[in-house]
């Protein structure tokens, strides 16, 4: 951060300007997000110290245990965008239908819907590895004054107004985009304010890092394989160096500043993979094209896919340009 001493709150008002016919909505929304994301942060970082970690005992809609902290992070983030009646709707991975959110004052006179996954890789957290908070933010598409309904949220990603993510790692970042380009902010916890240290990312055209749970490889359609195999040939730069986290934010962030290419395919056992379109997928897609990445499911873009379910699953193939055209080519080819 040499010499960079510019804080996200004051590169979110000089950023205000370069919006057209801005009212400023977006800014504090972004704002309220920086805050939750402190809170969170706060709360993760003293999981280990308290006796909040663990299964809740409660299981969300899509059947899996959900963890303390999930259940937090997603009680502060609602609350955060709640109280300052920035939003007219949210959805979340932990909620199994959005919120209408309105006021007797404010009269369904927001434009803007969030989808979020408030802690993203929360099989990680009882193991000290990072996890992540998602978001996705969209202008509503039904008439002001009335209340939000589910076409709200059924947008296709390039619809995206923003997008970003905080990682709570070895040190916390908070990254989005607004669609000029990506900003990455990292948290001075001793003073709770994040500063601009990696201004304009771009993810490099090429990589060297492979990221999938290959684990699950007898379950892969035959072009994962071959792609596979393909990444461990010894032939010019490869082999490449395989790295699985298994929490998106942190393979995401890594590649992204490395290079590289993180895949989580259809298989045997999940038709459509594992991780959600609507608050995984497309939010990291913008990002990744806003840094001069790509993100495809295989064969089309993540952003034009039309979404039909608020929680639906989808391939992803998300990084380094060059390489995720190569994965493309060996899953048309099958
Ligand atoms: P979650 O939303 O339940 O945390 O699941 C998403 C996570 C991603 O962060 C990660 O990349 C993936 O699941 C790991 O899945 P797997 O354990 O099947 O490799
Ligand atoms: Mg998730």
């Given at each position: 951060m040499s010499g960079n001493t510019k804080t996200l709150g004051e590169f979110i008002i000089e950023n205000q300007?370069?919006?057209?016919?801005?009212?400023?909505e977006l800014s504090k929304l972004i704002n309220a997000i920086r805050l939750a994301a402190k809170v969170v942060n706060h709360e993760v970082n003293k999981a280990g110290l308290v006796d909040i970690l663990g299964a809740s005992g409660e299981t969300n809609v899509q059947g899996e245990d959900q963890q303390k902290l999930d259940v937090m992070a997603n009680k502060k983030f609602i609350q955060t965008l709640t109280n300052r009646e920035i939003v007219c709707g949210i959805a979340s991975e932990e909620e199994d239908d959005f919120i209408s959110i309105n006021s007797l004052d404010n009269n369904h006179q927001n434009k803007y819907v969030v989808l979020f996954d408030p802690l993203d890789g929360s099989s990680n957290i009882d193991v000290n590895v990072s996890v992540g908070t998602i978001f996705s933010i969209y202008r509503r598409v039904t008439p002001i004054g009335t209340p939000v309904s589910i076409e709200d949220f059924l947008q296709p990603g390039r619809n995206q107004v923003a997008a970003g993510y905080i990682v709570y790692g070895t040190s916390t970042m908070l990254v989005y985009t607004t669609g000029h380009g990506v900003n990455g902010f990292t948290l001075n916890p001793a003073i709770g304010t994040f500063y601009l240290s990696h201004p304009d990312m771009r993810y490099p055209e090429d990589g060297k890092i492979y990221s999938m749970n290959e684990g699950n490889y007898v379950h892969f359609p035959e072009g994962v394989k071959r792609y596979i195999k393909y990444c461990q040939q010894e032939e010019g730069d490869r082999p490449y160096t395989s790295r699985y986290i298994g929490s998106l934010v942190s393979d995401f962030h890594r590649n992204m500043i490395k290079g590289g290419i993180y895949i989580y395919p259809k298989s045997n056992a999940a038709e459509n993979g594992?991780?959600?379109?609507?608050?995984?997928?497309n939010p990291m897609a913008f990002i990744a094209e806003q840094a001069g990445g790509k993100a495809s499911d295989g064969f089309t873009r993540i952003m034009d896919i039309a979404p039909t379910e608020l929680h639906q699953r989808v391939p992803f193939f998300c990084g380094s340009r060059n390489m995720v055209t190569k994965a493309e080519e060996f899953m048309q080819q099958s």
């Open positions: 300007a370069s919006f057209k016919y801005s009212t400023g594992k991780l959600r379109l609507l608050y995984e997928c």
